[in-house]
Nanobody, 127 residues
């Protein structure tokens, strides 16, 4: 059973950057596609980005394309989300999650397909 731990959240000003990390505390992530999601109170959790187990394939939500970059270091069992040009609307709790396959329909995958979830890290973008 994977145990995912997110870190790197915080309070930043608009236009700033942050790097989130999603680490597996026990088992390697090599066989898992990892997705990043975010949620604000009162709204549904939404997909942000996803990366295949090899790292060769990535997808992004339209809202973050060109600003966010997902990457992974399987030797460190860690997936990263580099977030640049942050906007107030990026404020949310960010979660990473693991699924055993890369979505083949162009979506970021469906929430119910993701088998393991981290506890989330808060990102607040405010002046």
């Amino acid at each position: 059973q994977l145990q995912l731990v997110e870190s790197g959240g915080g309070l930043v000003s608009p236009g700033a950057s942050l790097r989130l990390s999603c680490a597996s505390s026990r088992d390697p992530l090599d066989d898992w596609t990892i997705g990043w999601f975010r949620q604000v109170p009162g709204k549904e959790r939404e997909g942000v980005s996803v990366i295949s187990s090899s790292g060769y394939n990535t997808l992004y939500a339209d809202a973050v394309k060109g600003r966010f970059t997902i990457s992974r270091d399987n030797a460190k069992s860690t997936v990263y989300l580099n977030m640049n040009s942050l906007k107030p609307e990026d404020t949310a709790v960010y979660y990473c999650a693991a699924v055993p396959f890369f979505p083949n329909d162009g979506s970021l995958g469906y929430l119910y397909e993701y088998k393991y979830w981290g506890q989330g890290t808060q990102v607040t973008v405010s002046s």
